[in-house]
């Protein structure tokens, strides 16, 4: 198992930047999948970048070439660089883990953190 805790959420104007971090409560070498999915109001969460065993990183096509994701595992942090922020950016963003373990999949999910980019 492994406890998440983002942050870095907060209110932006369009075209500024943030950085989210997640926090992880056990190494994150090991994890499969460390990524980052976002939920605005009333749509389905979205995966929005994550990074395959630190060694491959994808992107919603919405965000390439704006967000970066990056690992730090000394720290077992995972953060999100968020450049040329938009409106239709806002929306909770949450950390999530991937773990397979014997084939099976386990993920975990952090409380999320609000990002709000104003017009």
């Known amino acids: 198992q492994v406890q998440l805790v983002e942050s870095g959420g907060g209110l932006v104007q369009a075209g500024g930047s943030l950085r989210l971090s997640c926090a992880a409560s056990?190494?994150?070498?090991?994890?499969?999948?460390m990524g980052w999915y976002r939920q605005a109001p009333g749509k389905q969460r979205e995966l929005v970048a994550i990074?395959?065993?630190?060694?491959?990183?994808n992107y919603a096509d919405s965000v390439k070439g704006r967000f970066t994701i990056s690992r730090d595992n000394a720290e077992n942090t995972v953060y999100l660089q968020m450049n040329s922020l938009q409106p239709e950016d806002t929306a909770i963003y949450y950390c999530?883990?991937?773990?397979?373990?014997?084939?099976?999949?386990?993920?975990?999910w952090g409380q999320g953190t609000q990002v709000t980019v104003s017009s």
């Open positions: 999530n883990a991937l773990i397979v373990v014997s084939n099976r999949e386990y993920k975990y």
């Open positions: 056990r190494s994150i070498f090991s994890i499969n999948g």
């Open positions: 990074s395959i065993s630190g060694r491959e990183s």
